[in-house]
């Protein structure tokens, strides 16, 4: 490995380590490596251009201000409504809609965040109410808010596609049956979990409750529909999908529901814009060291090392897998994904693995992050709601973590569940 590699990893290494923000880890080690490479510095301004000249892109913002709009205003509600009428009789009934109701909400907005916040300040409430635990009701938010990224609109898929040149829409479609296979095996473990608590069951099953509950959500219902429907049938790109789901999410929440005021728009486009900002300089930074990673061979030293360890593609899976959930502990999923991906992609071909399947299994792994400590962001968020102390709190997630991992070795063992529908599009 040359010189210039060297510095790129390991002052990218060394400033994460003493706490530099992500971005200017990247930046830092890229400038770095230009210096002691004997490129010019006009590389760095070059790449960062043209990683934002991107359609793609222009969906980030569009689906993060989408996830505004719908968690602010009634639409959580009335998914909530809807999930109840149809499993709030079964033992733990509460807990099914949890996860169900995360599963519809993540169809919408794509946010992990978005998706714990919405859907954790009517349940948490709700289920104290029936005495579930608190770390129990806080873990189950947690751990549905993983949910966000996987089932398509997917953010992390965006950044995944950019990073690799994929197809976003092969990346989403993807996502689709790992992501409904989760919500099952979530609410059978629920299930599982009420029976062996002794829970009871908070009412009776009533079908005249479900078609007005089905009104009562239906337009929120029909957004993943249009969105997918429309992406899927050719109707619109991901990129103008984004766009869609703005404006539907506008109209009903707005217009139709009236429960968003147009006063309250503008607090929501300037903290997407901020959020939005963050977001670009992190994949601009990405790119950077992207490009570097592979002008320097970076990718094909590291898979003559992994090859001596890792023989055969299944070796190579269970090595990644190690390498993302310890990531994914520590860091953001989006920040590994656009650091790793470059370097993992390649390297996934040579063993024969196919790519869309390798996309949806490492950002499915990364996803378990998102409710892993230490970093956990969206148990800090389902934790900020109830209150309830993390280290409680991860005592009550690792059935559903455990369940999770199932899923993720199902992706790598049926690729089937994540090539299926990408083959249609």
């Known amino acids: 490995m040359s010189t210039a590699a060297i510095v790129l990893l390991v002052v990218m290494l060394a400033c994460i380590t003493i706490g530099v923000p992500i971005s200017w880890s990247l930046m830092l080690s890229s400038l770095g490596a230009v210096i002691v490479g004997g490129l010019s510095p006009a590389v760095l301004c070059q790449r960062l251009f043209t990683s934002m000249d991107a359609t793609s892109m222009l969906a980030v913002p569009c689906f993060l201000v989408a996830g505004d709009i719908m968690a602010k205003g009634s639409i959580s509600q009335r998914l909530v409504e809807f999930a109840d009428s149809i499993f709030g009789s079964f033992r733990g009934g509460l807990a099914i809609v949890t996860i169900v109701t995360c599963g519809i909400f993540a169809a919408l907005t794509g946010s992990a965040l978005a998706t714990a916040a919405a859907i954790g300040t009517i349940m948490i409430p709700a289920m104290n109410d029936k005495k579930y635990p608190k770390a129990y009701t806080t873990a189950l938010v947690a751990i549905g808010g993983t949910l966000g990224p996987v089932i398509p609109p997917s953010v992390v898929f965006i950044f995944y596609a950019q990073a690799t040149n994929l197809s976003v829409v092969k990346l989403f479609m993807s996502g689709v049956l790992p992501g409904i296979i989760s919500v099952i095996l979530l609410s059978i473990m629920a299930v599982i979990i009420a029976i062996k608590s002794g ?227």
């Not at 703005?246 to 968003?260: E, H, M, Q, R, T």
């Not at 470059?342 to 996309?359: S, V």
């Not at 950002?363 to 956990?376: R, S």
């Not at 999770?404 to 063992?413: G, K, P």
Request: aromatic share 12%; hydrophobic share 60%; glycine share 6%.
């Open 199 to 425: 829970m009871k069951k908070e009412k009776d099953f009533d079908a005249n409750k479900i078609l007005p509950a089905l009104k009562h959500a239906f337009l929120a219902l029909l957004m993943p529909f249009i969105i997918l429907g429309g992406i899927y049938c050719g109707i619109f790109t991901a990129t103008e999908s984004a766009a869609v789901a703005v404006i539907y999410g506008l109209v009903v929440s707005v217009i139709v529901y009236k429960d968003v005021k147009p006063s309250e728009l503008l607090d929501m486009f300037m903290g997407t814009a901020k959020t939005t900002g963050n977001l670009m300089v992190l994949i601009a930074a990405a790119n950077v060291f992207g490009y570097l990673a592979s002008f320097y061979n970076i990718p094909n030293y590291l898979t003559g090392i992994v090859t001596k360890y890792a023989p055969n593609a299944a070796m190579f899976m269970i090595f990644v897998a190690i390498i993302l959930l310890i990531c994914g502990m520590f860091m953001e999923a989006t920040a590994v994904t656009v650091i790793l991906a470059p370097i993992l992609h390649p390297m996934a071909l040579k063993y024969g693995i196919d790519p869309i399947m390798f996309a949806c299994f490492m950002v499915f792994i990364l996803c378990i992050g998102i409710a892993t400590p230490p970093f956990a962001p969206s148990m800090f968020v389902a934790c900020g709601i109830s209150k309830e102390p993390v280290a409680n709190v991860s005592k009550s997630i690792m059935p559903f973590i455990f369940v999770q991992l199932i899923v993720t070795a199902m992706i790598a063992l049926i690729p089937f569940l994540s090539t299926w529908l990408p083959r249609f599009v």
